[in-house]
């Protein structure tokens, strides 16, 4: 896996007068190779809180997933169980499911991507799509991803997430809300075993210091400051999600709209400068 690249915002005005747009957010993704997923998860409900708090309608959500993985990882069942709990059962109809880069799909390589795709649907998606979620291909073309979009918006509902409701309304920490807490929990599990390490690693190393064996003493104190790092980035990523974030971006929309003094900011505006996302505005797009 690549590198996280900063977030993005496209906001699309969709009809020449400037009255009516479309903003479309690319949120990072789980399983990341630098970033634990308590980070991922801390930065994904700060985007939904803001977006929330500053009464921006949400339209429906995009969860992409490429199609050239083999198998979902050891994870993959508690990530698509905390994107489920960060949308609750009654958002799933807003939900769309994509298997991404079929356009990278070589001829030899299609029947095994059209059995990974089947896999992920009546093994790991079936429960959102029997909640009214939706499934569709990606092969990389702008009017497709158009589409998809247009899709989403030409319903006149929006929806709010359960993980808005918990955050914003209840003003719960990350590791309070359904989709925090079995990660919280996994996270101290985690935490405790590897302190169990230590003490016994501490054990061993008076043990050793006592029959005076140089090589075990440097081995052992070499283990230890290991797991001491280990341990410091759960306690990191424990951290960052037992915060009250709802509070905190309610207060910091309320700070950017008073600071407004003669610029009229938009919700849109205010939302990516809270949230830190890169806005690219397009004038008129017609999907």
């Not at 158009?146 to 509902?157: G, K, N, Q």
């Not at 599990?189 to 005076?212: F, P, T, V």
Request: proline share 2%; net charge negative.
């Amino acid at each position: 896996m690549t590198a996280q690249l900063p977030p993005q915002a496209v906001q699309l005005f969709l009809n020449e007068d400037e009255s009516y747009s479309v903003t479309v957010v690319d949120t990072p993704g789980f399983d990341d190779t630098y970033r634990s997923d308590a980070e991922i998860l801390a930065e994904i409900t700060e985007y939904m809180a803001a977006q929330y708090a500053a009464k921006i309608p949400l339209k429906g959500i995009i969860y992409l997933h490429q199609i050239h993985e083999n198998k979902m990882k050891g994870s993959g069942r508690r990530v698509v169980e905390m994107f489920r709990a960060l949308c609750g059962d009654e958002a799933l109809k807003k939900v769309v499911l994509v298997t991404t880069r079929w356009d990278c799909v070589s001829a030899a390589e299609k029947g095994n991507a059209l059995r990974r795709e089947q896999e992920l649907i009546d093994t790991w998606w079936r429960p959102m799509l029997d909640l009214g979620s939706t499934h569709t291909q990606f092969h990389g073309s702008r009017l497709e991803a158009e589409a998809m979009v247009l899709e989403i918006i030409r319903d006149p509902d929006r929806v709010v997430l359960d993980i808005q409701r918990e955050l914003v309304d209840a003003e719960k920490e990350i590791a309070e809300t359904k989709a925090g807490l079995p990660l919280d929990r996994l996270l101290a599990a985690d935490i405790s075993r590897y302190i169990e390490q230590l003490r016994e690693i501490d054990a061993k190393l008076a043990d050793a210091e006592r029959r005076g064996n140089s090589n075990d003493v440097k081995r052992l104190k070499e283990e230890r400051k290991e797991i001491e790092g280990v341990v410091r980035k759960l306690e990191s990523s424990q951290k960052r999600i037992r915060v009250r974030v709802g509070r905190h971006i309610k207060e910091r929309i309320s700070a950017a709209r008073w600071d407004s003094k003669e610029i009229l900011a938009t919700s849109i505006s205010i939302f990516t400068a809270i949230v830190g996302v890169t806005l690219t505005v397009v004038k008129f797009a017609v999907l």
